[in-house]
Each structure stands twice: as C-alpha cells, then as structure tokens.
Nanobody, 124 residues
Framework: VQLQASGGGLVQTGDSLRVSCAAA????????MGWFRQAPGKEREFVAR????????YYADSVKGRFTISRDNAKTAVYLQMNSLKPEDTAVYYC??????????????????WGQGTQVTVSS
C-alpha cells in the first residue's frame, strides 16, 4: 500500500481541521491504520489508531475527546478530524499502515508503511 497525507494547514487555537490519508493498493482494507505526529525537536508520537473494520479506535491521552479517527474502505482513505486545536498540536502528521488489526499498537515499529506527512500549525 502507498500512502499520501493531505489537508494540513495553518489554523488558530480552537479551530478544527481534518487531515486525510489516501491509500493506493489492494491491502488497505486488510490493514489497521494509525496517525502519528512529530513536532520540531521532539520524538514522533502516537496520535490515534483504527482497526481494519473501523470498529475499534485508540487515542493518545493528549487528543482524546478532541480528535476522531475514521476510515472509508471503499474510498481507501483514513481521516483524522481534529477539533479544539491547541498550539501544542503543531506538528507534521503522518499516517501509517499496520498489517495486524487488533491490539493497541501505539509504537511506530509496528507500522510497515508510512505516508510523507502533512504540516499542521496552530497559532495562539
């Protein structure tokens, strides 16, 4: 599977933004998908994960209640709806694919394919 993230931009504190990840390849519906982010000078961190069916989701504590991950297997896409954005959400956001669907697999080492990233900047 090939992944292409898009939808980032510059927003203000409290705004909403949806980033998307388009997947090409026959294995998309077989993969769990995750979103990660990396801020300047910081380690990459887990944001959210969704099972192959979309029925199970996991979130980092820092985004729980504000972000929602979803997927559309017919369109081979995964989304991250981000509400009530804060300056600390500023980062490059990456989508990634995991061949194992079940489990709270939050480490990047489990993901075999990564998109190129999309920049999200939240101004205060």
């Amino acid at each position: 599977v090939q992944l292409q993230a898009s939808g980032g931009g510059l927003v203000q504190t409290g705004d909403s933004l949806r980033v998307s990840c388009a997947a090409a390849g026959r294995t998309f519906s077989n993969d769990a998908m995750g979103w990660f982010r990396q801020a300047p000078g910081k380690e990459r961190e887990f944001v959210a994960r969704i099972s192959r069916s979309g029925s199970i989701t996991y979130y980092a504590d820092s985004v729980k209640g504000r972000f929602t991950i979803s997927r559309d297997n017919a369109k081979t896409a995964v989304y991250l709806q981000m509400n009530s954005l804060k300056p600390e959400d500023t980062a490059v956001y990456y989508c990634a694919a995991d061949q194992v669907s079940l489990g709270r697999r939050t480490s990047g080492q489990y993901y075999y394919k990564w998109g190129q990233g999309t920049q999200v900047t939240v101004s205060s």
